[in-house]
């Protein structure tokens, strides 16, 4: 019985391996053309201060296929990346959010935008140059842009990314670390950066504040955020009680479905006026 129950496990792991592999073939072939196909969106979501006025908001990139199936970024960006359609995709991200705030901005909301630039694309030897040209193409005050990178970057290449973020926060780009908390990232490497802000990863908010370790963590992201002179964006705020503990624990600024989904521009632009 053992043995046979053995050789379907076996079975049954390899189809699902091979059903997995051609869908990530799949998937990296449509990729390659949703660029040109123009089946990417950029997605906002608002960001709020601890007393719920709007700051800021998040760029999400959103990819609906020919087939109108939905793939998350989740999905799709670790396969650009691999594959390097990060770089030209990124740099659509970055136009495509310049033109969004210039679009906020006539409606007189004027908010900065965050955009999530992936290690690859940073890495990029002309991403300098690319900033630059689309922020003197656009007319978009590089004021009004912060970059979410990750931990993982910043530990793959310390000293030339350290270099390149104060190159760019000469421009007057600010810097955010995404997914705060999840990636290893000592004290000396974040006082060396031009550092604007950090996120605590959902996953820390998810149970919260009912977790004990994770509130702890919370507690002390946020104490060493305050020791560097950091603000901190809580990320995945959902209901009133998470709301509540970092009223009483902080103060951080937060984004989550409590406030707003991420949405297109048109529709957060209904919402800021509805609420104005
Ligand atoms: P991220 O940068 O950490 O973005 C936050 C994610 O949390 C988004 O997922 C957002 O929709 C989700 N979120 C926001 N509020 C809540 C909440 O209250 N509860 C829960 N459960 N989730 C919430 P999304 O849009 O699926 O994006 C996933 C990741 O994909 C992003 O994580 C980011 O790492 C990456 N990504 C998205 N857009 C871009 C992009 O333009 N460029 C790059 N390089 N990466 C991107
Ligand atoms: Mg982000
Ligand atoms: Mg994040
Ligand atoms: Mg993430």
């Known amino acids: 019985h053992a043995k046979a129950a053995g050789r379907n496990g076996a079975a049954l792991f390899e189809t699902t391996m091979l059903a997995a592999a051609e869908n990530t073939l799949m998937l990296e072939r449509d990729l390659g053309n949703a660029l040109d196909n123009d089946e990417f969106a950029l997605h906002l979501q608002l960001q709020v201060s601890p007393d719920g006025q709007p700051i800021g908001a998040e760029s999400l990139l959103r990819w609906r296929r020919a087939d109108g199936v939905l ?3 989740d999905v799709f960006i670790p396969i650009a990346e691999k594959t390097g359609l990060i770089v030209p995709l990124g740099t659509w ?6 033109l969004s705030w210039l679009r906020l901005s ?17 890495q990029q030897a002309d991403f300098v140059d690319v900033v630059r040209s689309i922020l003197a193409e656009t007319g978009v ?6 970059f979410e990178l990750t931990e993982g970057l910043l530990v793959e290449n310390m000293d030339a990314t350290v270099a390149r973020m104060h190159v760019l ?13 999840t990636g290893y990232s000592s004290l000396a490497y974040l006082q060396k950066m031009p550092l604007y802000e ?4 959902k996953g820390f908010m ?4 009912h977790d004990v370790n994770g509130t ?37 600024c937060m984004q989550g479905f409590l406030f707003c989904r991420p949405m297109p521009l048109g529709e957060l632009i209904s919402q800021l006026e509805a609420a104005a």
């Not at 991200?93 to 310049?98: D, E, G, I, S, W």
């Not at 950090?198 to 990863?201: F, N, Q, S």
Request: glycine share 8%; hydrophobic share 45%.
């Open 71 to 73: 793939v998350p970024p």
């Open 93 to 98: 991200v970055l136009r495509q959010a310049c």
């Open 106 to 122: 006539r409606a007189g909301h004027a908010l900065p935008l965050s955009v999530n630039v992936s290690p690859r694309q940073f």
């Open 141 to 146: 005050p590089a004021t009004q842009l912060i």
């Open 169 to 181: 926060a000469e421009l007057g780009i600010r810097f955010s670390i995404d997914d705060f908390g």
């Open 198 to 201: 950090l996120k605590i990863d």
């Open 206 to 209: 998810r149970d919260m504040p």
């Open 216 to 252: 702890a963590l919370v507690k002390s992201i946020l104490a060493m955020a305050g020791q560097l002179g950091l603000r901190v964006v809580a990320e995945g705020i959902e209901t009133r009680e998470q709301a509540q503990f970092l009223a009483s624990h902080g103060k951080p």
